[in-house]
Nanobody, 124 residues
Framework: VQLQASGGGFVQAGGSLRLSCVASGRTASTYRMGWFRQTPGKEREFVAAISPSGDNSLYRDSVKGRFTIVRDNAKNTVYLQMNSLTPEDTADYYC??????????????????WGKGTLVTVSS
């Protein structure tokens, strides 16, 4: 599986963005998918994850109620809808995939495949 993320950009505080992650490969729909983010000098942190079926999702506390992760397995695409953005959400956002494991495995080492980042900048 290979991942291609897109949708980052510049937005004012309170605005919205939708990130997309397209997964190549016929088995992409069987992968647990996640979004992480990273700012300079900090470790990459978990943002959200979704089960292969799309029935279950998980979020870090700071984005609950503002971000929504969904997937369209027919299009091999995972989306991260981000609303009510704040400057603290500014980061490079990465999508990741894992062929196995629990949705609750939120560490970076629990994901096998990574896409390139897409930059989200939120101005105050």
């Amino acid at each position: 599986v290979q991942l291609q993320a897109s949708g980052g950009g510049f937005v004012q505080a309170g605005g919205s963005l939708r990130l997309s992650c397209v997964a190549s490969g016929r088995t992409a729909s069987t992968y647990r998918m996640g979004w992480f983010r990273q700012t300079p000098g900090k470790e990459r942190e978990f943002v959200a994850a979704i089960s292969p079926s799309g029935d279950n999702s998980l979020y870090r506390d700071s984005v609950k109620g503002r971000f929504t992760i969904v997937r369209d397995n027919a299009k091999n695409t995972v989306y991260l809808q981000m609303n009510s953005l704040t400057p603290e959400d500014t980061a490079d956002y990465y999508c990741a995939a894992s062929a196995s494991g629990s949705l609750y495995y939120v560490g970076r080492d629990r994901y096998d495949v990574w896409g390139k980042g897409t930059l989200v900048t939120v101005s105050s």
